[in-house]
């Protein structure tokens, strides 16, 4: 069994910040890309940032130069370091991991986090 569980988010004012964590644990060999997804109230879901297990990064155009994605490997962990919050990043924000389990059988897979809620007030 795999798991990713986030944590970090809240309401915040405009202008504020945030810090999300994902941390993965269970039966995991090894992860590769892992990544932030939102999902607002009838939108379906983005791409916010992804960071690969050698550390490159990728944004949405909406984000750059406000948000920052880092890793630990040693920890399975992904962060995201929200500043300069707008009222249109509120949504619920999900981690992806795209991994290998471990014994008995290696299995290549995706695995979504539960999400947790961002609410930037104007």
């Known amino acids: 069994q795999v798991q990713l569980v986030e944590s970090g988010g809240g309401l915040v004012q405009a202008g504020g910040s945030l810090r999300l964590s994902c941390a993965a644990s269970?039966?995991?060999?090894?992860?590769?890309?892992m990544a932030w997804y939102r999902q607002a109230p009838g939108k379906q879901r983005e791409l916010v940032a992804g960071?690969?297990?050698?550390?490159?990064?990728n944004y949405t155009d909406s984000v750059k130069d406000r948000f920052t994605i880092s890793r630990d490997n040693a920890k399975n962990t992904v962060y995201l370091q929200m500043n300069s919050l707008k009222p249109e990043d509120t949504a619920v924000y999900y981690c992806?991991?795209?991994?290998?389990?471990?014994?008995?059988?290696?299995?290549?897979?995706?695995?979504w986090g539960q999400g947790t809620q961002v609410t930037v007030s104007s």
């Open positions: 960071i690969t297990r050698g550390g490159s990064t």
């Open positions: 269970g039966n995991i060999f090894y992860i590769n890309g």
């Open positions: 992806n991991a795209d991994l290998l389990t471990g014994m008995p059988i290696p299995t290549r897979k995706a695995y």
